[in-house]
């Protein structure tokens, strides 16, 4: 199963570029990445999602080195409402296939302040 | 409306009492997913559907019943409740097991 590490949480400032870095060290051949963001007492929400290299939409980028047992979600110029939980979410099919598994990191805080 | 609702959006109930939590999505997405999330956690899979009558376990099934009978409707029954399921409750839908999961507004649970 892969195991997915995440800071806990992060500041920044309005304007600046933001980088989150999630571990996935066990992460399976057929295991994609995603990610979400969560605000207070609301369900977690897609930002973007990739296998490996980049992907970029018109929110976020999301790079996957060529180990793929790390990711990092980029967040351009932030803004006061980026303030969230950001989550990373490993999954793909299983063998056979059956499905497989997916598991959220723990979550990071990110708050942005003016 | 279209979309993905829960209910109740609150419930506090007593260990040993059975609780539903009721889930419907109105796009006709075959996967609905149920998880828990608790402080130092994150989000945890319960249980999973991939259609009508077919379920599977995931991460933390244990004290949880699931059932689909009908595409739209998948509830969550607690059959006996305990302190250690308190939580909040979050189902979810997608097109397919990868595919962008959309999230209910979530039903926070406390058992006394």
């Known amino acids: 199963l892969a195991k997915t590490t995440q800071p806990i949480s992060m500041d920044s400032y309005e304007g600046q570029e933001v980088n989150i870095t999630c571990s996935h060290n066990n992460i399976a051949t057929n295991d994609y990445i995603t990610w979400y963001q969560q605000f207070p007492s609301q369900g977690p929400r897609f930002i973007i999602q990739?296998?490996?290299t980049k992907v970029t939409n018109e929110v976020a980028s999301l790079f996957i080195p060529a180990d793929r047992k790390s990711s990092t979600l980029s967040l351009p110029r932030v803004s006061l409402s980026d303030t969230a939980v950001y989550y990373c979410?490993?999954?793909?099919?299983?063998?056979?296939?059956?499905?497989?598994?997916?598991?959220f990191g723990k979550g990071t805080k990110l708050s942005v302040k003016p | 409306d279209a979309g993905i609702t829960q209910s109740p959006r609150y419930k506090i109930t007593e260990t040993g009492r059975q609780v539903t939590l009721m889930c419907h999505q109105t796009w006709s997405h075959s996967y609905m997913f149920w998880y828990r999330q608790d402080l130092g956690h994150g989000l945890r899979l319960i249980y999973y559907?991939?259609?009508?009558?077919?379920?599977d376990k995931g991460e933390v099934p244990d004290g949880y019943v699931v059932s689909r009978s009908k595409t739209e409707n998948f509830p969550l029954t607690l059959e006996s409740a305990t302190r250690s399921q308190t939580s909040v409750y979050f189902c979810a839908s997608s097109v397919s097991w990868l595919d962008e999961q959309f999230f209910g507004p979530g039903t926070r649970l406390t058992v006394l």
């Open positions: 979410l490993v999954g793909g099919p299983g063998d056979g296939g059956s499905q497989g598994n997916l598991i």
């Open positions: 559907s991939a259609a009508a009558d077919i379920t």
């Open positions: 990739g296998y490996k």
